[in-house]
């Protein structure tokens, strides 16, 4: 089964989240619906990209990467570079 690397963007603040998880449009669903404490205070979220991943290490090393990266425009270079299939985690 396929894991996925997530980053949505607050509609309330433009704020990025990053995550994984193995069902999108559920974990979308949850931080939308007021079941996760850290993304409650910044809905609705938008998802605005998504990396398939085959295992859950590999998914992780990819939010681990995208969490480190501290300003908005790496993360936003990371997507267009994962876009174009080129995008590789530290």
Do not use: F
């Given at each position: 089964?396929?894991?996925y690397v997530y980053i949505l963007k607050s509609e309330a603040d433009q704020s990025f989240y990053i995550g994984q998880t193995q069902n999108?449009?559920?974990?979308?669903i949850k931080h939308n619906?007021?079941?996760n404490q850290s993304t409650s205070t910044k809905r609705p979220w938008k998802?605005?990209?998504e990396k398939v991943c085959?295992?859950?290490s590999d998914a992780m090393k990819?939010?681990?990467y995208l969490k480190s990266l501290k300003k908005r425009s790496?993360?936003?270079?990371?997507?267009?570079?994962?876009?174009?299939?080129v995008a590789q985690p530290g």
């Open positions: 089964m396929n894991y999108i449009g559920k974990r979308l619906a007021d079941l998802l605005i990209h085959e295992t859950r990819h939010e681990r790496a993360v936003l270079q990371w997507i267009e570079k994962d876009i174009r299939g």
